[in-house]
């Protein structure tokens, strides 16, 4: 991960220091908009990657679903819970097939689910990668979507949501081309130095969960 915020942040101060390359304070804030998409690029990019990173070193744990704690069994078994939802398709994740009467459905899978529970929990625990969804706008609410899925702390990054959530904006603003104004030094700054400090805690964050195994179940 530390490779990989490297190289991301080396290639934006290359890109930002074209920038005395320009006299015109106008044409500097017209460029810093190419700016803000490269930015907002790798800071989506990489919250991604650590966080693939992470549930890949926990799948590789080998461990039974019963180890973790109850986020991580959650986002493992999402065929098992969609299965469950689902109450009008046989299934053969649950063993017993639904009653004829519709009504009684929802109840009996409820409670084939709960005889079945302790052997899903003795599974090994393997989290899909399609569990990571930046859902290419990476709003505040949705890294604390992603921070959830994985067990990591979802207020980790409360104090800088709203400089998140305007960095999306003038991103998207900028892309689809309804935003004509550059984007001035201090705005461009503000979000460089915010975005650099989530990606840099979101680093420390997970080292710290995987040295004290904090995805562990608590006893």
Same mark, same amino acid.
């Given at each position: 991960?530390?490779?990989?915020?490297?190289?991301?942040?080396?290639?934006?101060? *290359?890109?930002?220091?074209?920038?005395?390359?320009?006299?015109?304070?106008?044409?500097?804030?017209?460029? #810093?908009?190419?700016?803000? =998409?490269?930015?907002?690029? %790798? *800071?989506?990019?990489? +919250?991604?990657?650590?966080?693939?990173?992470?549930?890949?070193?926990?799948?590789?744990?080998?461990?039974? @679903?019963?180890? *973790?704690?109850?986020?991580?069994?959650?986002?493992?078994?999402? /065929?098992? *819970?969609?299965?469950? $939802?689902?109450?009008? &398709?046989?299934?053969?994740?649950?063993?017993?097939? =639904? !009653?004829?009467?519709?009504?009684?459905? /929802?109840?009996? #899978? @409820? +409670?084939?689910?709960? &005889?079945?529970? $302790?052997?899903?929990?003795?599974?090994?625990?393997?989290?899909? $990668?399609?569990?990571?969804?930046?859902?290419?706008?990476?709003?505040?609410?949705?890294?604390?979507?992603? =921070?959830?899925?994985?067990?990591? !702390?979802?207020?980790?990054? &409360?104090?800088?949501?709203? $400089?998140?959530?305007? =960095?999306?904006?003038? @991103?998207?603003?900028?892309?689809?081309?309804?935003?004509?104004?550059?984007?001035?030094? /201090?705005?461009?700054?503000?979000?460089?130095?915010?975005?650099? /400090?989530?990606?840099?805690?979101?680093?420390?964050?997970?080292?710290?969960?995987?040295?004290?195994?904090?995805? @562990?179940?608590? %006893?």
């Amino acid at each position: 991960m530390e490779t990989e915020l490297a190289w991301r942040q080396e290639e934006l101060t *290359f890109m930002k220091n074209q920038l005395s390359n320009i006299s015109e304070e106008l044409l500097k804030e017209k460029y #810093r908009k190419s700016l803000v =998409l490269m930015l907002y690029a %790798h *800071f989506e990019g990489f +919250v991604k990657i650590c966080l693939l990173s992470y549930i890949q070193y926990v799948n590789s744990l080998h461990l039974k @679903r019963e180890c *973790f704690q109850e986020r991580l069994i959650a986002s493992s078994m999402n /065929r098992e *819970f969609t299965a469950f $939802d689902n109450n009008d &398709e046989k299934c053969s994740i649950f063993k017993r097939k =639904l !009653p004829d009467d519709k009504r009684l459905h /929802r109840l009996y #899978r @409820r +409670v084939n689910f709960l &005889e079945e529970l $302790d052997e899903f929990k003795s599974r090994e625990l393997v989290i899909s $990668d399609e569990t990571i969804d930046t859902e290419s706008n990476l709003w505040y609410i949705v890294l604390q979507k992603n =921070l959830y899925k994985v067990g990591l !702390p979802v207020d980790l990054f &409360e104090d800088v949501s709203k $400089d998140v959530d305007a =960095l999306v904006n003038r @991103r998207n603003s900028i892309a689809h081309g309804t935003e004509r104004a550059g984007v001035t030094e /201090r705005e461009y700054l503000r979000w460089e130095t915010k975005t650099y /400090r989530i990606m840099e805690d979101m680093v420390k964050c997970i080292y710290h969960t995987v040295c004290h195994e904090k995805y @562990r179940k608590e %006893h």
